[in-house]
Nanobody, 118 residues
Framework: QVQLVELGGGLVQAGGSLRLSCVTSGSIFRTNVVGWFRQAPGKQRELVASITTSGRTTYADSVKGRFTVSRDSAKNIVYLQMNSLNSEETAVYYC????????????WGQGTQVTVSS
């Protein structure tokens, strides 16, 4: 049963912006922390940003000031707004969810490709 679906990936020029959407089930949206990860070819997967059910956010240092994670309670969607993208941020972006008491994310979407051309 797929409970997380990423939308919005694509090709963007360096310096440009893109917004990703993570469409979730209502139960996940209401109870879980949702995180955005990315994995570039040959690199480890990294946590980019996360948001709790109360709206508290965290960001990787590399994206602070450029990326914004937000929630739409009416649509059960978590967004990742990405600005000033650079070519090193080309990766598959995933959204994932975890219960608040867990340290690991255990529900994952299928991922969406983001390609930043230089």
């Amino acid at each position: 049963q797929v409970q997380l679906v990423e939308l919005g990936g694509g090709l963007v020029q360096a310096g440009g912006s893109l917004r990703l959407s993570c469409v979730t089930s209502g139960s996940i949206f209401r109870t879980n922390v949702v995180g955005w990860f990315r994995q570039a070819p040959g690199k480890q997967r990294e946590l980019v940003a996360s948001i709790t059910t109360s709206g508290r956010t965290t960001y990787a240092d590399s994206v602070k000031g450029r990326f914004t994670v937000s929630r739409d309670s009416a649509k059960n969607i978590v967004y990742l707004q990405m600005n000033s993208l650079n070519s090193e941020e080309t990766a598959v972006y995933y959204c994932a969810a975890r219960a608040p008491w867990r340290s690991d994310f255990d529900s994952w979407g299928q991922g969406t490709q983001v390609t930043v051309s230089s």
